[in-house]
């Protein structure tokens, strides 16, 4: 069993909107390394405040051994290629210790907090984005063939090698979702490594609900359970 923990974990001051300690570069570090020595498997970044990717490479930096993750970034106010392309460095920077988790967030936040647009159904638009990833993170092992996708809400079609970053030692992003409900549930079984819970969600709700729709969504790609995180 793996166990992690939360790197610049948010406090309660700041949930109660009374303001927090500023983060520094030199804390980051101390804390990721602290939590590697302390035994920990990994440490994920949420997107509460700060960006989540500049702690998880200044945690890759400082630490030898544990894993790195977003947890989660928020998808839709990136494009695909921008997130494809930090988290292939970071995989290569961190040698192969990097997670990419990403969540959709809600329409609320989408467009009045991170100024995105809307534009489809939440769940339809992640699987999309999540395959057109994958086409690029392919393009980038192997530059002289392009893997193009076209869907409804993305198009990848180009990739001139000036803006290619290349083949990497650990080719493998693995990609977690955040999944309250049965939709990305399932759509993690069928296409992503694993599943970054809501603090909301209750054992039971897990077990009962969601861990059935990893197996279904599993069984879609098939692919079998045990290989999902």
Not at 109 to 134: Q, S
Not at 174 to 180: C, K
């Amino acid at each position: 069993m793996r166990v992690e923990t939360v790197l610049l974990s948010l406090e309660t001051a700041q949930y109660a909107g009374e303001g927090q300690d500023a983060v520094t570069l030199a804390g980051i570090a101390e804390a990721a390394r602290r939590i590697e020595a302390l035994g920990f498997d990994g440490a994920t970044i949420p997107e509460a405040g700060h960006d989540p990717f500049l702690p998880a490479m200044i945690a890759a930096e400082h630490t030898e051994r544990i894993s790195i993750g977003t947890n989660v970034a928020i998808a839709f106010p990136r494009s695909p290629m921008v997130t494809a392309q930090i988290a292939w460095d970071l995989q290569h920077f961190s040698g192969g210790r990097f997670s990419l988790g990403l969540g959709t967030q809600v329409k609320g936040h989408n467009e009045r907090r991170y100024a995105t647009p809307w534009t489809g159904p939440p769940g339809p638009r992640l699987r999309e984005y999540v395959l057109c990833m994958k086409a690029m993170f392919a393009s980038f092992a192997d530059p002289k063939t392009l893997t193009p996708f076209e869907g409804e809400y993305y198009r990848f079609t180009m990739l001139p090698p000036f803006f290619n970053p290349g083949p990497i030692a650990h080719s493998h992003v693995p990609i977690y979702l955040a999944a309250v409900n049965k939709y990305m549930a399932r759509l993690t079984g069928e296409l992503c490594d694993g599943l970054r819970l809501h603090p909301i969600g209750t054992f039971r709700y897990t077990k009962e609900v969601l861990m059935k729709e990893v197996a279904a969504g599993a069984a879609k790609g098939g692919r079998e359970r045990s290989a999902i995180d």
